[in-house]
């Protein structure tokens, strides 16, 4: 069985359509089966999206975006840098 890449805003409706089962009397594992993920799944989205309204999920990952495309450039500067001092040092 393949694996499907849920987009955020579908993992916070997923987590509510749980809630929502759950409110209604079903069990946990019944209302997870319902949505089509398996428990391991559905307590790591919970987890990580567990309080969040669909806007705040989708500005979380642009932010967790950024951060990657920011680090990789501190890095790419740091190595820069050094190599600079190395050639100024005339180590090279």
């Known amino acids: 069985m393949g694996t499907k890449k849920h987009k955020p ?4 409706a997923k987590l509510r359509q749980v ?10 594992a019944d209302a997870i ?6 428990e ?4 790591r989205w919970r987890k990580e999206f567990g309080g969040l309204k669909s ?8 932010l967790e ?4 495309r ?3 450039a501190i890095a790419d ?5 050094l190599i600079l001092q190395e050639a100024a040092r005339g180590n090279f």
Do not use: F, H, W
Request: no cysteine; aromatic share 4%.
């Open 70 to 72: 920011l680090r990789k």
């Open 33 to 38: 089966r319902a949505i089509g993920v398996t």
């Open 19 to 28: 809630d929502v089962l759950v409110s209604q009397g079903q069990s946990v």
């Open 9 to 12: 805003e579908e993992v916070v």
């Open 65 to 68: 975006t950024e951060n990657q």
């Open 77 to 81: 500067l740091t190595l820069d840098k």
């Open 55 to 62: 806007d705040q999920v989708r500005r979380m990952k642009e």
């Open 40 to 43: 391991v799944t559905y307590y």
